[in-house]
């Protein structure tokens, strides 16, 4: 039977986030690909990434797509045992002797592969390479293997800094509009309803000036935790900037909307509870539906986001600063 990856749904959630399955036209993979090849002295290597329950090639060179489809099935072991693994002949081992691969065109014997890290720690997939010859690597080929899987987690991370929000962990402003483009247009094709929700958190500057910027930073830390826990896997969240934040979810009506801020709001209090005498967090929201065939702009659902979200505040008793 086959295994998934422990806490699977955080690892594709962390993969969804870097947007790495629709980046295979990144060069800097294909250029690593080349390097390990040329390292090892293999003729084909690759960069698997496990999506769902199944491997999905996204690199590869030396080898045609359809062919490295199947290889990647040797990646399944490593990803499992989160160790590197050698295949010094793969015809008499068990776990791939009857692999098409291995018993037709190209006759892959040796196989040598090395997990790869997301930033978060989860395993995204492997760098590999393989050969059509049984080999015993030595010592520092296999070194090798493992520092060229580094620089291959170097680049995860560069891209995380640029998509990601270092103080929260969400997405931010220029990750949010490269992640809701495909998603509003696949929304749109398949004529579903969705909707954004602005948050913004209240009393953030009287924090700052009163307590410093150490305490604020900790409020915002905890408000994208309690929108993680309120959100699904299909939806975006992002933090626009100081503090705004963005959920792009297909709540498709108000009723589904009431249900999620209710769970906000639950979550909210709890945290407020358990603090005690702390800084209470205390947020306002606007929301802007778009329903199928609708022709809105994403920038104008912001601006009625925006706009509901304000007049929400505007509303509310400002929530008081406890004295020190």
């Keep these: 039977m086959k295994m998934l990856p422990v806490n699977d749904a955080k690892r594709l959630h962390s993969l969804y986030m870097l947007d790495l399955p629709d980046n295979r036209e990144e060069k ?62 793969a015809s008499a081992d068990e776990r791939f002797n009857a692999n098409l691969l291995v018993t037709g065109v190209p006759f892959i014997r040796f196989y040598a592969g090395c997990p790869l890290r997301l930033p978060g720690g989860d395993i995204a997939g492997t760098l590999c390479v393989v050969d059509t010859r049984p080999r015993i690597p030595d010592g520092e080929e296999l070194t090798l293997l493992k520092d060229i899987a580094a620089l291959v987690e170097e680049e995860f991370y560069i891209i995380s800094l640029a998509l990601t929000d270092a103080l929260t962990g969400v997405l931010n402003r220029r990750g949010f509009y490269k992640k809701c483009e495909p998603w509003i247009t696949l929304k749109k094709k398949r004529k579903q309803a969705f909707c954004i929700i602005l948050f913004d958190l209240d009393n953030l500057k009287p924090v700052n000036d009163k307590y410093g910027h150490v305490a604020g930073d900790q409020l915002l830390q905890q408000f994208a935790g309690i929108l993680r826990r309120s959100t699904g896997q299909g939806d975006i969240l992002a933090r626009l900037g100081g503090d705004e934040f963005v959920v792009l979810t297909d709540c498709s009506d108000m009723r589904e909307i009431i249900l999620f801020t209710e769970k906000m709001s639950n979550l909210t209090s709890l945290y407020n509870q358990n603090n005690g005498s702390s800084l209470p967090l205390s947020y306002s929201w606007g929301v802007s539906i778009n329903t199928p065939g609708d022709t809105v702009p994403l920038s ?14 505007r509303a509310k008793k400002s929530v008081s600063l406890p004295e020190t």
Excluded at 34 to 61: H, N, Q, T, W, Y
Excluded at 300 to 313: A, T, V
Aim: aromatic letters at 6%; charged letters at 30%.
């Design 28 to 89: 800097r993979f294909d250029r690593l690909t080349r390097v390990a090849r040329r390292c090892l002295s293999a003729p084909v290597g690759l960069i698997s990434l496990i999506e769902k329950d199944r491997p999905a090639l996204m690199f590869c060179s030396g080898l045609n797509e359809k062919d490295a489809s199947q290889v990647v099935s040797f990646c399944d072991c490593v990803v499992h045992s989160e160790e590197m693994l050698v295949v010094e002949d």
């Design 300 to 313: 104008d659902m912001l601006i009625q986001s925006d706009r509901n979200m304000y007049d929400n505040k």
